[in-house]
């Protein structure tokens, strides 16, 4: 289901140009605007769910199974050391954007982000 007020929808969707780095029928991988290290990256599903509780176990599978292949390429291109993979779910927990997203942080030897 499609949320018309949130800006992950419209993203995901494409009706918001963004630097897209993958797609599929069912995500979309960007790169963040407020990057906390060079390229990291967003996935979003292409549906609408606040949080990983509202999210069914198959979309979060297939997530998380696509975080697993996109930090491997992204290590090859970039060249990085090491790598953060992130997902927070509600406010106390850091959530800004409440639409289902895994943060991929590639690291780099004293890179200072703190993360
Ligand atoms: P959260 O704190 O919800 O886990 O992360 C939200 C992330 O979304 C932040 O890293 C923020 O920089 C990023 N973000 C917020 N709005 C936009 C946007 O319009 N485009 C992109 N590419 N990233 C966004
Ligand atoms: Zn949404």
Known sequence: MKDDTCIFCKLA????PSATIYEDQ???????LNPATRGHALILP????????EMPEEWAAKA??????MSGKMKEVLGCDGFNIVQNNGAAA???????HI?????YEHDGAGI
């Open 13 to 16: 969707a494409g009706e918001i």
């Open 26 to 32: 069912e995500f979309r991988v960007l790169l963040d």
């Open 46 to 53: 292409k549906e609408h769910f606040m949080n990983i509780f």
């Open 64 to 69: 998380f199974a696509l975080a697993k292949r």
């Open 94 to 100: 850091g959530q800004t954007v409440f639409h289902f």
């Open 103 to 107: 943060h991929l942080i590639p690291r």
